[in-house]
């Protein structure tokens, strides 16, 4: 007899639908799977065969024959095991197959028949969504993480006899506690902040336009207590936005149990991989831009960072999305994140200060680590210096929550201005919209000829500088860019030496 389960895929970050066909038919006792699986999906015979015995069904003694189809898509993970029980269950006329066409199933078995939690259950119960089933059995830890997909039947099952009793009718689908949203636990504040006017602004441009900032300066100056107040300021994610966080970190296996609020800070060491950073691996796996998308990437010591690592992150930085290509399979993953970086200015960390212990050689060894094209990618290149006496005994310039007021109107005026376009913020504006959405004076667009005449700005760097102009014109709710929004994002991007002679 032949029987079919429904189940599913994780390629990349998206869900794809796995018909598993179970053939049962006379001959030697044998048992295989076919699709284009993994090593842990051809184990599943194993495991499928213990947990049909250990649960009080028997193994049929005839040939079975599992195929996952379509088999052109590569089958990784444990996650089908539960699908293939239930199919053997079906074509062997223990369950009733006409349930398995209604409902999808998703979990490791383990041989005593127990279900065991699997990554990438919200992504599992979007794919049931979108093939128009009527809902998913998936492991009882996960049931909180696929109820966020509330327009479908999500039960929760702790062993194969429940679910076969979900598929005989003898039971329903427990759906378990209602889903919760978490909300933020971080009590960081720009209000800590003291004596950095001219940086806590420049922060503020950047979360309201969604750029890239490099801060440079001696150590202990403040630029990494800058930097992870960043989050702080960010206006919350979108309902949409939620859900795709929350399926990453599914994916990634960072379970929450519900629905995440709170924008992703990510951190990683200076000895990462280019792999752990961009994603890759045997089986490609989300890297640090990813678990990053839709909140802030933090390269504390940018300069420490092998140059290889670095150079890898230009297309994540200019597309939006990063492909990872193994044997002959692409997976693609989103890249939507804020970079903030600190650096020092030499290996010493005191130039140009007459303490600084750095020879020319050094000082040209650290300059070079740090590729033009990549520092072209970033909006925002702000010098931390240290702060005297007086501004540490004085109160912080602003607080988080006065910072959000004005980025959240700055925000809804970008989104009225992009609404239709695809892009969220100015950060996210490409070429075209660029020259079609950022209008100018006449002072503005000669000042911004000047500047690029002189060699000032590539012409990436135009672009970014109008980006930049454009939301320092939100912040100040204008709707064109006037000489002083361009001077002074000219100035957050260049060094005061280069900036030009109007800014005087």
Known sequence: MLAHATTFAIDGVEPRRVTVEVDVKPGLPAFSIVGLGDRSVREARERVRGA???????????????????????????GFDLAIACGVLAASRQVPAAALERLAVFGELGLDGKVRPCNGALAVAEGVLRAGLEGVIVPWERVAEAAIVDVITVGGAGDLASVAAVLRGDAAPDRGADVVALEPQDASDLADVRGHAGPVEALIVAAAGGHNVLLSGPPGTGKTMLARRLPSILPPLTPAEALEVTRIRSIAGMHSGGLVRTRPFRSPHHNTSTSGLIGGGSLPTPGEVTLAHHGVLFLDELSEFPRNVLEALRQPLEDGRVAVVRGQHIAVYPTRFMLVASTNPCP?????????????????????????????????????????????????????????????????RQLARLDGTGATCNGHMDTALVRRLVRLDSDAERLLHATYERGALSARGRERVLRVAMTIADLDARDTVGKQELLRAIGLRQDATTAPEEAA
């Not at 049909?52 to 040939?63: T, V």
């Not at 702000?382 to 006065?402: F, K, M």
């Open 52 to 78: 049909i015995s250990n649960s009080g069904f028997e193994f049929p003694q005839m040939r079975v024959t599992v195929n996952l189809a379509p088999a052109y898509l590569r089958k990784h993970g444990p």
């Open 348 to 412: 010493c960390g005191f130039h140009p200060e007459r303490r600084c212990r750095c020879s020319e050689a050094d000082l040209l060894r650290h300059g070079r680590r740090l590729s033009g094209p990549l520092l072209d990618r970033i909006d925002l290149l702000l010098a931390v210096g240290r702060p005297s006496a007086d501004e540490l005994r004085a109160p912080g310039v602003t607080s988080s929550a006065q910072a959000r007021d004005r980025i959240a109107q700055a925000r809804e």
